[in-house]
């Protein structure tokens, strides 16, 4: 089984990417290096950034995964600063900010890029991306993050509502997550 290091604290977004990338012979180790994270207008380049960050310090094949949510109505806002608006705001701020708005107003989209890692070779970005809209409030206890106000374009449930697999059907990290599998099959 080859070894892979994902980049990460975040316990959920472990766990989505050990349940696949095992389907295809990959172990995947968590490994808390931390890395800055730039203001930037895309979340291309904040991965493309962590990247280099981390090949300063570590040289072992590593995926990272940098995502965001990008909310029309709020000219794509939180966009590349939905961490920090999570621990800032909150659920209940982007709530309060969507206040009112019918559901026009309140479509949204996730974005993940991940990025593939090895020594002395450029990095590969796999890009996932899934419409939906902003709930009126907090459903669900599963999941991590804006998954209790985020609900798939089709769909009545909120990401925090689904089991893992399901979520990984429509998610934006189960689809940047799929064409990272679809690699390593190829390998």
Do not use: W
């Not at 316990?11 to 349940?19: S, V």
């Not at 993940?112 to 450029?122: C, H, K, M, R």
């Not at 907090?138 to 374009?153: H, L, N």
């Amino acid at each position: 089984m080859k070894k892979v290091y994902f980049i990460t604290s975040n316990k959920g977004k472990l766990l989505e990417a050990k349940t696949r990338l095992s389907e295809v012979g990959i172990e995947v180790v968590q490994k808390n290096l931390g890395y800055p994270e730039i203001q930037s207008g895309t979340l291309e380049e904040v991965a493309r950034y962590g990247v280099k960050s981390v090949r300063e310090r570590f040289n072992e094949p590593f995926i990272l995964e940098d995502a965001g949510l990008f909310i029309k109505s709020l000219e794509g806002f939180p966009g590349v600063y939905s961490s920090y608006v999570f621990f800032t705001v909150g659920l209940n701020g982007i709530l309060k900010l969507m206040a009112g708005l019918e559901a026009e107003k309140r479509k949204a989209s996730f974005k993940s890029v991940f990025a593939f890692s090895e020594p002395n070779q450029e990095p590969i970005l796999f890009i996932g991306e899934c419409n939906g809209l902003i709930s009126n409030e907090e459903k669900g206890t599963r999941g991590f993050g804006y998954d209790p106000i985020f609900i798939a374009e089709g769909e009545t449930k909120t990401f925090a509502e689904m089991e893992t697999k399901e979520k990984n059907r429509f998610s934006h990290r189960g689809k940047s997550l799929e064409l990272v599998v679809n690699y390593f099959k190829g390998k």
